[in-house]
């Protein structure tokens, strides 16, 4: 059995079965799977990773340096792609954010280790499939605030946890879940 959310479509099905949940400390994977939370803002998670190969080759495979150095007109270019979400909002905020990103490596060493600072690890949920997925948590809230303050756009609590969960730094899975252990 899986999480419930990851039987409607076969894209959510592999991400689930594969990557959601798997603790990533590599700060392009990091950065990634942040991007493509902040591009789901009011999306279906099927949406997103339907455009994710698009969104790797519009943002250089989310190479964080390559993206902080892009201009209006790189961004332009991006936001004229049909295999990417073009929502200008979003698009500049990924560009403002790996500017961000690389503030953080330079204090903290890397993304990873700033970010995997929020994390309790003594945390243990048991949630069941029928309970509903978590949106944010108090580490997410930490985050968030964080984020914001280091001058990220679209980094809120609900995008933070998102993230947390994609990453592997909480686990949500349903405690009937194959993937829950």
């Not at 340096?65 to 790189?74: G, L």
């Not at 490596?105 to 994390?119: D, I, P, Q």
């Not at 609900?158 to 990453?167: D, E, F, G, R």
Request: aromatic share 8%.
């Amino acid at each position: 059995m899986r999480c419930t959310w990851a039987e409607r479509s076969d894209i959510e099905r592999a991400f689930h079965d594969t990557e959601w949940g798997v603790p990533v400390h590599d700060d392009r994977q990091i950065f990634e799977r942040l991007a493509l939370c902040t591009v789901q803002a009011g999306l279906a998670l099927r949406t997103v990773l339907a455009k994710r190969d698009s969104l790797r080759a519009a943002f250089h495979g989310f190479d964080i340096a390559r993206i902080a150095a892009m201009t209006d007109d790189d961004i332009a270019v991006v936001l004229s792609d049909r295999g990417v979400v073009r929502n200008r909002l979003k698009i500049e905020a990924i560009r403002s954010n790996a500017r961000a990103t690389l503030r953080i490596v330079a204090e903290h060493g890397s993304l990873s280790t700033f970010l995997w600072g929020f994390v309790d690890p003594n945390l243990t949920r048991r949630r069941a499939n029928a309970d509903p997925l978590p949106g944010r948590s108090e580490a997410s809230d930490r985050m968030s605030d964080a984020l914001r303050a280091k001058g990220f756009r679209f980094a809120g609590t609900a995008i933070c946890h998102a993230m947390m969960q994609s990453t592997g730094m909480v686990n949500d899975h349903a405690v009937e879940c194959f993937r829950y252990g």
